[in-house]
């Protein structure tokens, strides 16, 4: 990887979230409906085979009725296996529970991405929380996978037992988000799929995020400038140049952390993020 590179801006801007949310509304909205249409197909295929199931039982329950004569009563199993045969219950004995299975699993699905959609919501907030890192990481990559599952692999190597670090509650998943989309936009300008390799560690006083790319990396006329307000590099429609500015503004100035990256043209980049277990005393400025 390239030399690194920091950046070292005071802005006044720490609070707009508009370039992540408009990104990845059609994402969410896409993760969502996915499981959400299984299970309704699960549902209603569970509803229309329970009525066979049932129908079966109340048939086998009958049969204690006519248990005193022997030919009423071969006459009546022979029905029941008939019907058991034509309706394949047997076969039913394993989908329904597969059914069953799927749908829930769809649940717990749409459960862990409203959980990470709270967590932005709560972004608002002026007070600082205790945050686990790991957790916002698997948030961003969550939140984010309807814009990077179809052209890249991204892997998680997150250290255990990190400690909790003191943040504004929310950013840094917008954060995350932020650079993990960008870096989906850049390795969709190489013509292979790409990869995306996260990281979180302890370094010093610090916990570190490690957001590597496959992309094309960033051209040397351009490094000065990418965390400027309003400047991107990409096509119009696609970026309001807002999103590493955020970034920015969030990691130094609001949570007193550190932001820079290494690059390559030509193999991709790193950001590194190191966010202090210990809060400052004070709000700080990297000049």
Same mark, same amino acid.
């Given at each position: ?8 801006? #005071?802005? @006044?801007?720490?609070? =707009?979230?508009?370039? $992540?949310?408009? &990104? %990845? ?10 499981? #959400?249409?299984?299970?309704?197909? =699960?549902?209603?295929? $569970?509803? @229309? ?6 129908? %079966? $039982? ?10 005193? !004569?022997?030919?009423? %009563? ?6 029941? &296996?008939?019907?058991? #045969?034509? *309706?394949? +219950? ?5 989908? +329904? ?31 600082? #929380?205790?945050?686990?890192? *790991? ?5 961003? +990559? ?12 991204? /892997? ?8 909790? $670090? ?15 989309? *960008? ?21 010093? =006083?610090? +916990?570190?995020? &490690?957001? /590597? ?9 351009? /490094? ?7 400047? !991107? ?15 920015? !503004? ?30 400052? !005393?004070?709000?700080?400025?990297l000049r």
């Amino acid at each position: 990887m390239g030399a690194a590179y920091q950046y070292k801006r #005071v802005s @006044d801007d720490a609070s =707009n979230r508009l370039e $992540v949310v408009g &990104q %990845l509304a059609a994402g969410i909205a896409h993760e969502i409906n996915t499981p #959400v249409q299984y299970i309704g197909d =699960n549902l209603r295929y $569970v509803s @229309d085979q329970l009525d066979i199931l049932i129908e %079966l $039982v109340r048939r086998y329950q009958s049969l204690s009725e006519l248990i005193q !004569s022997d030919d009423i %009563l071969r006459k009546r199993y022979l029905e029941i &296996q008939e019907f058991s #045969v034509e *309706n394949d +219950v047997d076969f039913l004995a394993e989908e +329904v529970p597969a059914a069953i299975s799927q749908s829930m699993m769809g649940v717990e699905t749409i459960s862990a991405i409203v959980r990470s959609m709270r967590s932005l919501v709560h972004s608002g907030t002026r007070e600082k #929380v205790l945050i686990d890192v *790991n957790e916002s990481i698997e948030n961003a +990559v969550l939140m984010s996978k309807g814009s990077w599952k179809h052209c890249l692999d991204l /892997q998680t190597d997150l250290a255990q037992h990190l400690p909790k $670090v003191e943040c504004y509650e929310g950013e840094l998943s917008q954060v995350l988000i932020n650079l993990i989309v *960008n870096a989906t936009h850049a390795i969709e300008e190489t013509s292979e799929r790409g990869t995306i390799e996260i990281r979180s560690y302890i370094y010093k =006083n610090s +916990v570190g995020i &490690q957001i /590597q790319d496959s992309g094309t990396g960033i051209p040397i006329e351009i /490094q000065h400038r990418i965390f400027d307000p309003f400047f !991107s590099s990409k096509d119009v429609g696609r970026g309001t140049g807002q999103g590493l500015a955020f970034a920015h !503004s969030s990691i130094v100035e609001r949570n007193g952390g550190t932001l820079f990256f290494e690059t390559t043209e030509g193999e991709g980049t790193t950001f590194h993020i190191y966010l202090p277990v210990e809060a400052p !005393s004070q709000e700080t400025e990297l000049r």
